[in-house]
């Protein structure tokens, strides 16, 4: 490795300022030497989001180590910066009385993050460890499924009644003691509790101080239950450009908050996991050790290898076709492999479609004649490209016709398998990233080996 | 199709309420018949994200039609709203005044991208009919590098010197005639114009009045240059829950702000392009037309055509061997697409780790590691697994501990692959997301016939 000191240009360098790989040993040669006080010294002029990156990059074991000396002075904010698995770690390492008062410094989506990665037995301890107020919040937002609105929000928030001035607002404002760490907008609610609007609070900065609070407020066009799965309250906040939104449950009172930066992080974890999944793995491992990373891979190996053993039989079924016209064996990656390529193309542009809701069913059908046009389009290319490859180089024209018209037919079903395979997924309510890539070059598989084969035994087999 | 009406629960839906098929298609009529009455009221109701919707959703040349009837009643909002491809038709079909009025409409960010979606004799007919200040601000935001920070940002902030207290600065926000039309945080700045920090709105609200206002900031830790790129922009507002932040010039003058908005695109920017670039599209090519996608798509089938065809070089020096076994034949894709299938995986997740920054010069021996070892081991669960099917199969156990043995080294292949080509590139300052896939596979492929092919020419060959 030639260099470890991170890029000086504006690149995005391999390293997250201002941790460098000095820093990083001597943090080492501390935990190894199990000296606190150094440890101490060099930890307290972090930031939180600088610990949290010093906790991912340390080997496993040092991080236990390193935990165990430094862990009566945690800052809690770190713990929801953690990647899950790193967080669940640390979580083991920890008392639950640190755990406890950690708990009591968050504010309750933060709070959720965390109760979420103890086991069953420390999230009892530690819940009935907790003040009642909060326990009682905290058990709320565990009875929400996983994933949605509920879990999300936080109960902190500000809210005023809907006949009040700005003044009004105000001056309350200004005399609560207990407000959210940060807010943006205020909450209209009517008598019952019921969410009305909200207010942003530059308009509230700006507006006469006698205004009704009712006249300014951006009425609620999109409500968001607490029964809302997250992936929906991430789409909402992305199209209307918003920065905070209440949440309401079933009878649509008022019970929290979810802000901007909780759904930057649905919007990243939505498109990672399009990424991943649609490479065939289940969730980002990263972090994880070496056991659960290949059990978790295995998986989709699996599947790929007994579809591959399929598609073996179908060239099986032209053993004979082989033995004659060994060529043949040589020449019948590339149709597959260009089928493969192409359905792989189709589909990437169909999940993101589907998952930004560009792709519906108003123009799926367009989508799918497109991407077959698409398709026999370039099929015809390569087609010109391949027959002259494979004419030029064996001297066999009519076997330079055969493949040509295998890659014509194989990168229209490529299309056809791309476009069509997610929608009807998607219809199916399956995650099209999770299944798609395997079933589409199946398809393509099949298709390149048989066409190529076939129609060879029907032209070429003396 | 069995069903065109939206799906009643809360599934992400294959719809964007309230827009419906019948909605579409009584606007297609309306624009058919060219009843520009008919369709205003039609129009007329629909929220900006709506009219966007609806410009993305009609076929191409109904949209022209649409723009044509309606243009004069064109809300500006709506056109940043709309995909880069849409936006470039709608801007040909609007006249010079028209946009001009729009641009005056919008704040510089979204000005800007409007002007870049013109050709340069419609950017200098605009330009040139604004206003002196507004086409002086418009030119020197588009003298900033694309994907910089420059262009990202808007010219309208808050910004107050750091000498006043917090009565002041409330007095001068209420005062203000021409305000942002959205903010979060006002910047305090020097007698030199420099940022020296941010104050969060809802700080100002709650601090007592005669606080100073140099008191309650947040120091710029993160400087961003008009210069920065915008990938490096994103990184910081998401690190750091940033919900807006100052951008400075060359002399560090506070000259504009990046709201979250704009990042929150970004971020879905980088994913989808991680995305589709990993499967070979150029770029987002939903709303392009026939020629346009399948152009763009040659270029990757192109390389991938070229890579297969080396690869059938490498099985055609096994010719011999092929034609006296020609089981290895039916077997051979079952290596190879175990290898590719297990490269991709690891590169997802290597090529997700640099861009997020897990993945540093720090860690990635102990990721290549990792990756090797889960190679390993999963090579030798499917070394069993492809072993006993062959071995079962066809009854020849020599020829199943030679598909075993390839399939191990494979595995292991495929990892370092997938983890050190993505991390050469970007050593090497390239996406490793745009040209890995075709390297790691291509790897594979090679690593996975000649290993089958040559070791059963070795010991299988009489």
Same mark, same amino acid.
Request: hydrophobic share 50%; glycine share 4%; charged share 20%.
């Given at each position: ?41 060099? /930890? &307290?002029?972090?930031? =939180?989001?600088?610990?949290? $990156?010093? %906790?991912? #990059?340390?080997?496993?074991?040092? *991080?236990? @180590?390193? /935990? &165990?000396?430094?862990? =009566?002075?945690?800052?809690? $904010?770190? %713990?929801? #910066?953690?990647?899950?698995?790193? *967080?669940? @770690?640390?979580? &083991? ?22 109760? &979420? ?346």
């Amino acid at each position: 490795m030639a260099d470890l000191t991170p890029t000086p240009d504006n690149q995005p360098a391999l390293s997250r300022a201002p941790m460098d790989a000095a820093f990083l040993a001597r943090v080492q040669e501390a935990v190894e030497a199990g000296d606190a006080a150094a440890l101490q010294r060099m /930890l &307290e002029p972090l930031e =939180a989001e600088e610990f949290a $990156d010093l %906790l991912h #990059l340390i080997p496993a074991d040092h *991080r236990d @180590d390193l /935990l &165990e000396l430094h862990k =009566a002075q945690l800052d809690p $904010d770190v %713990l929801p #910066l953690l990647d899950e698995s790193v *967080r669940e @770690d640390v979580v &083991e390492q920890l008392d639950t009385k640190d755990l406890t008062q950690a708990i009591a410094n968050l504010e309750t989506d933060d709070a959720v993050e965390l109760i &979420e990665a103890m086991d069953t037995e420390t999230q009892r301890e530690v819940l009935s460890a907790l003040p009642l107020e909060e326990r009682d919040a905290l058990r709320t937002a565990l009875s929400y499924p996983e994933d949605s609105a509920g879990r999300l929000m936080q109960r902190e928030l500000l809210a005023v009644p809907d006949g009040w001035s700005v003044q009004q607002c105000l001056d309350t404002i200004r005399a609560r003691r207990e407000l959210p760490e940060a807010f943006y907008d205020i909450f209209v609610v009517n008598q019952d509790g019921m969410a009305l609007g909200s207010v942003p609070l530059h308009r509230l900065l700006t507006a006469p101080t006698g205004q009704a609070i009712r006249e300014l407020m951006d009425e609620q066009s999109q409500r968001i239950p607490v029964l809302m799965p997250e992936k929906e309250v991430a789409y909402i906040f992305h199209r209307y450009g918003l920065v905070s939104a209440p949440v309401e449950d079933e009878s649509r009172r008022l019970v929290g908050m979810i802000t901007i930066d909780d759904v930057i992080d649905l919007i990243e974890d939505r498109a990672t996991e399009e990424l991943v999944h649609l490479s065939g793995v289940s969730e980002p491992d990263f972090y994880r050790d070496t056991i659960t990373t290949a059990r978790s891979r295995f998986t989709w190996l699996f599947v790929n290898l007994f579809t591959a053993i399929v598609t073996s039989r179908v060239i099986s079924a032209f053993e004979n076709t082989l033995q004659s016209i060994v060529v043949l064996a040589i020449l019948m990656p590339i149709v597959a492999s260009q089928g493969g390529n192409a359905g792989t193309q189709t589909l990437a542009v169909a999940v993101r479609g589907l998952a930004l809701r560009e792709l519906t069913w108003m123009n799926a059908w367009r989508f799918v004649a497109k991407e077959a046009s698409v398709g026999a389009l370039n099929g015809f290319f390569f087609a010109v490209l391949i027959g002259l490859f494979t004419g030029l180089w064996y001297g066999d024209w009519p076997l330079s016709l055969v493949i040509g018209a295998a890659m014509i037919i194989n990168l229209v079903m490529a299309a056809l398998a791309g476009g069509l395979i997610p929608l009807l997924l998607h219809r199916l309510k399956v995650d099209p990233a999770i299944s798609s890539s395997a079933l589409v070059t199946t398809v393509t598989d099949w298709c390149g080996y048989a066409c190529f084969l076939g129609l060879a035994t029907l032209f070429l087999l003396k």
